[in-house]
């Protein structure tokens, strides 16, 4: 199997090489064999850390890797939750534009020709017909294009008002039907490509389908995981107070581990701008907050994007249950034996304070 349709199992090329290998998806569920596995990790991983890369990915075969994803789409159906899509679907996007940045590098410093796993630009703006509509300007001084012409259609498209002032028609340079991108604008557009495509048909009919009953059946387990991930995205008491003396331990760690280490995993990272965001703290806020860590400005305020469902509602970090589960659970102190969640020990602790000075008024 080519790696490049494992590294984008979302391009058509891919959708044919699974087609093409013959192998039936029922029976790797019912084999348990390791592609199922990892469609599990690939949507736990969307639903905690906005990611669907794997923590462990020299575990998986390319073979894996590939078929993982239809196994994935299966699971994310059959969990049956608006909610699951739009994450899972975000993730597979945002996991998607972080290939394409490398890719693309890769192929500007000459390199494309080393690797069957990397894709070209050309090669994106191809699989999604964008070819005829998205061109280079032509580089200044011999450096690489840095300006873009996407058409005015296309971009209208794929371009969100939401994402900020700065993306709205009013805003841009429009010339002769072509609206004028940067590089990071022109990447931003294909993950919102990447991400519509992925969406396209999910969720779908598996019960009552031809064999779709045993399969579902076979991966009750998986989908009753996989739902309770998704519950600790409950929604939660409106809060609108940062106290950060009084954050809960475990955020008080990540705080002094992301400002002290400069590193955190994707999933510590993704509990504590959920904690962030939960709290009241709007997207600025959030940037704000880390700008003193090496983390991107865009992926935090993407991230942040990415914790807001489409009615604007903000969603709770991880439970103390799942935080414990990923190591992230430390320096318990009294309060934490009467809770069962981070943002239940903010509520008790603001609720407790003498006084309260708000980190935003500081």
Same mark, same amino acid.
């Given at each position: 199997?080519?790696?490049?349709?494992?590294?984008?199992?979302?391009?058509?090329?891919?959708?044919?090489?699974?087609?093409?290998?013959?192998?039936?998806?029922?029976?790797?569920?019912?084999?348990?064999?390791?592609?199922?596995?990892?469609?599990? +990790?690939? =949507?736990?991983?969307?639903?905690?850390?906005?990611?669907?890369?794997?923590?462990?990915?020299?575990?998986?075969?390319? *073979?894996?890797?590939?078929?993982?994803?239809?196994?994935?789409?299966?699971?994310?159906?059959?969990?049956?939750?608006?909610?699951?899509?739009?994450?899972?679907?975000?993730?597979?996007?945002?996991?998607?534009?972080?290939?394409?940045?490398?890719?693309?590098?890769?192929?500007?410093?000459?390199?494309?020709?080393?690797?069957?796993?990397?894709?070209?630009?050309?090669?994106?703006?191809?699989?999604?017909?964008?070819?005829?509509?998205?061109?280079?300007?032509?580089? +200044?001084?011999?450096?690489?294009?840095?300006?873009?012409?996407?058409?005015?259609?296309?971009?209208?498209?794929?371009?969100?008002?939401?994402?900020?002032?700065?993306?709205?028609?009013?805003?841009? +340079?429009?010339?002769?039907?072509?609206?004028?991108?940067?590089?990071?604008?022109?990447?931003?557009?294909?993950?919102?490509?990447?991400?519509?495509?992925?969406? &396209?048909?999910?969720?779908?009919?598996?019960?009552?389908?031809?064999?779709?009953?045993?399969?579902?059946?076979?991966? *009750?387990? *998986?989908?009753?995981?996989?739902?309770?991930?998704?519950?600790?995205?409950?929604?939660?008491?409106?809060?609108?107070?940062?106290?950060? &003396?009084?954050?809960?331990?475990?955020?008080?760690?990540? =705080?002094?581990?992301?400002?002290?280490?400069?590193?955190?995993?994707?999933?510590?990272?993704?509990?504590?701008?959920?904690?962030?965001?939960?709290?009241?703290?709007?997207?600025?806020?959030?940037?704000?907050?880390?700008?003193?860590?090496?983390?991107?400005?865009?992926?935090?305020?993407?991230?942040?994007?990415?914790?807001?469902?489409?009615?604007?509602?903000?969603?709770?970090?991880?439970?103390?249950?799942?935080?414990?589960?990923?190591?992230?659970?430390?320096?318990?102190?009294?309060?934490?034996?009467?809770?069962?969640?981070?943002?239940?020990?903010?509520?008790?602790?603001?609720?407790?304070?003498?006084?309260?000075?708000?980190?935003?008024?500081?």
């Amino acid at each position: 199997m080519n790696p490049l349709h494992a590294r984008y199992p979302f391009f058509e090329g891919a959708r044919e090489a699974v087609e093409a290998s013959g192998v039936a998806l029922p029976t790797l569920v019912a084999e348990d064999a390791p592609a199922v596995e990892r469609g599990r +990790e690939r =949507v736990e991983r969307a639903l905690l850390s906005g990611t669907t890369a794997s923590e462990t990915p020299r575990e998986w075969s390319v *073979e894996d890797e590939l078929l993982s994803y239809p196994i994935a789409r299966i699971l994310v159906s059959l969990i049956d939750a608006p909610a699951a899509v739009r994450k899972y679907a975000a993730a597979e996007a945002a996991t998607a534009a972080d290939r394409f940045a490398e890719d693309f590098e890769t192929d500007d410093e000459g390199l494309k020709s080393t690797s069957q796993r990397t894709v070209t630009l050309d090669r994106v703006l191809d699989e999604f017909d964008f070819d005829d509509e998205i061109h280079a300007e032509p580089p +200044e001084r011999g450096n690489e294009p840095h300006w873009f012409r996407v058409a005015l259609g296309s971009y209208l498209t794929l371009a969100d008002g939401d994402w900020g002032d700065g993306w709205r028609l009013v805003n841009r +340079e429009v010339v002769d039907g072509d609206v004028r991108v940067t590089r990071d604008e022109l990447e931003r557009l294909l993950r919102e490509a990447v991400e519509r495509r992925v969406a &396209e048909g999910l969720p779908f009919q598996v019960r009552g389908t031809a064999g779709g009953d045993q399969l579902a059946d076979s991966l *009750e387990e *998986e989908i009753a995981t996989l739902r309770d991930l998704l519950a600790d995205r409950r929604e939660v008491r409106q809060i609108d107070t940062v106290a950060p &003396e009084l954050f809960p331990p475990c955020m008080t760690h990540l =705080v002094e581990r992301v400002r002290r280490d400069n590193d955190l995993d994707a999933h510590s990272t993704f509990a504590l701008t959920a904690f962030l965001t939960g709290i009241g703290m709007d997207t600025d806020e959030v940037v704000r907050f880390y700008r003193e860590t090496p983390l991107d400005e865009e992926t935090v305020r993407y991230q942040t994007e990415y914790l807001r469902d489409g009615s604007g509602a903000q969603f709770a970090a991880p439970t103390c249950a799942t935080m414990q589960a990923y190591g992230d659970c430390v320096n318990k102190d009294e309060r934490c034996e009467t809770i069962a969640h981070p943002m239940s020990y903010y509520e008790k602790a603001l609720d407790e304070a003498d006084e309260v000075v708000d980190w935003r008024e500081a």
